[in-house]
């Protein structure tokens, strides 16, 4: 029996946004303020409802999405046999051409079934054999640009059946040409400086700044460009009902909500090979009116101006990118911060709490996150101009 179909609520839809673990909160909230309605958390993920316009939407203007799904269909499965015979009876007609072509991503959390690579291929057999069934043609498949790409999750016995409107994550903005060896996603990049409340109100420095992802991703926020706007395309783009002069009336109306930034964003790192990546990268985001970035060795510089500053940076681990000696390389992090920074807020996220100790400052909040599969601490130090209690006076 077919539990649910997804269909249309008016104009409406229920749609899922997958995010990073942490930064629900924050999906939540701008979907939102772009105007979902029947917002509901889950873990990992953002349900919603919205028209096909908000669908583009969500996919263009979301900082903290990685995919926006589109479920089409929800059933029991017990067996193989009920997977492929549900999937086959699915109208793919509907949704794709016999001459396009189809990826297949499934996610597996049952005892029954357990491989995901499985659940794919019983998936992709059911939807070309319906095919050349009813038109003696199979569609091929296509992983890097498909015409169609379908999301498979099972929860226990419980299968739903998704279009991914997003195509490539959406982590994946379009401005990087060139990275670093550890850089950091550009949707926890985002979420970071959204969780420090850090919108553009006085100046930011990454200290350490890699290819430029905070960079980039604190102008976007601070002049409210989407950050999605450089991306070659979207996977609703090769649907069988895209409507692009409804996508280029959501991108103007966007566009139009662009604002002027009047401080400043800059970045230093040592390595003069990684600033002009990061460079090269801010160039590409046509960010480079709004971001300054310098070969400079951060434990020998200060704050420039007397002004308040946000510091937001993604020092090494000792993981990817490794430190002859991560303590000592944490307890200069701390001396530079209290000798060259009063007057600051510095935000840091790391992996290794052990080096973390000796930083030698209290973090004045610790939030938990995933740096990859990393569990890691996004840390907080207030560094107060001369004492905390005098400055509190």
């Known amino acids: 029996m077919q539990l649910h179909c997804y269909g249309f609520m008016g104009n409406n839809f229920r749609m899922i946004a997958k995010t990073l673990a942490g930064l629900e909160d924050l999906l939540a909230q701008e979907l939102r303020e772009l105007g979902a309605s029947s917002v509901e958390k889950g873990v990992r993920n953002v349900s919603f409802e919205g028209d096909t316009g908000f669908m583009y939407k969500a996919n263009l203007c979301c900082r903290t999405a990685i995919k926006i799904l589109k479920p089409i269909s929800s059933f029991n499965v017990f067996k193989e046999e009920d997977l492929y015979q549900k999937m086959y009876d699915i109208r793919w007609e509907d949704y794709m051409e016999v001459d396009g072509t189809l990826a297949v991503n499934a996610t597996v959390f049952s005892e029954q079934f357990t491989h995901s690579q499985y659940i794919a291929l019983k998936t992709k057999d059911a939807i070309v054999d319906r095919f050349r069934d009813r038109e003696g043609v199979r569609p091929n498949v296509d992983l890097d640009h498909p015409t169609l790409r379908i999301n498979v999750h099972i929860d226990r016995n419980i299968c739903s059946v998704s279009l991914d409107s997003s195509g490539e994550s959406l982590h994946k903005r379009g401005y990087k040409l060139s990275a670093t060896l550890a850089p950091i996603n550009e949707v926890l990049a985002a979420g970071i400086i959204m969780l420090s409340g850090w919108k553009g109100q006085c100046d930011l420095l990454d200290p350490m700044c890699g290819s430029g992802t905070f960079l980039a991703e604190a102008a976007m926020i601070a002049?409210?460009?989407?950050?999605?706007?450089?991306?070659?395309?979207?996977?609703?783009?090769?649907?069988?009902?895209?409507?692009?002069?409804?996508?280029?009336?959501?991108?103007?109306?966007?566009?139009?909500?662009?604002?002027?930034?009047?401080?400043?964003?800059?970045?230093?790192?040592?390595?003069?090979?990684?600033?002009?990546?990061?460079?090269?990268?801010?160039?590409?985001?046509?960010?480079?009116?709004?971001?300054?970035?310098?070969?400079?060795?951060?434990?020998?510089?200060?704050?420039?101006?007397?002004?308040?500053?946000?510091?937001?940076?993604?020092?090494?681990?000792?993981e990817r990118l490794s430190v002859s000696n991560i303590e000592a390389f944490y307890g200069s992090i701390g001396s530079t911060l209290k000798r060259g920074y009063s007057g600051s807020q510095a935000w840091m996220i790391t992996s290794n709490m052990e080096a973390l100790k000796h930083v030698g400052l209290r973090p004045s909040q610790k939030i938990k996150l995933f740096n990859g599969k990393l569990e890691s601490k996004l840390v907080k130090y207030e560094l107060y101009e001369g004492s905390k209690k005098t400055s509190k006076q």
């Open 223 to 318: 002049c409210n460009i989407p950050p999605n706007l450089n991306r070659d395309e979207f996977g609703f783009e090769t649907w069988r009902d895209y409507d692009a002069d409804l996508y280029d009336l959501i991108e103007k109306s966007a566009l139009k909500r662009i604002k002027d930034f009047r401080f400043k964003i800059y970045g230093y790192d040592i390595d003069s090979i990684s600033v002009q990546k990061a460079k090269e990268n801010i160039k590409n985001a046509n960010l480079q009116d709004f971001i300054k970035i310098q070969t400079k060795d951060f434990f020998t510089s200060k704050k420039e101006k007397n002004d308040y500053l946000y510091l937001i940076f993604n020092p090494p681990y000792d």
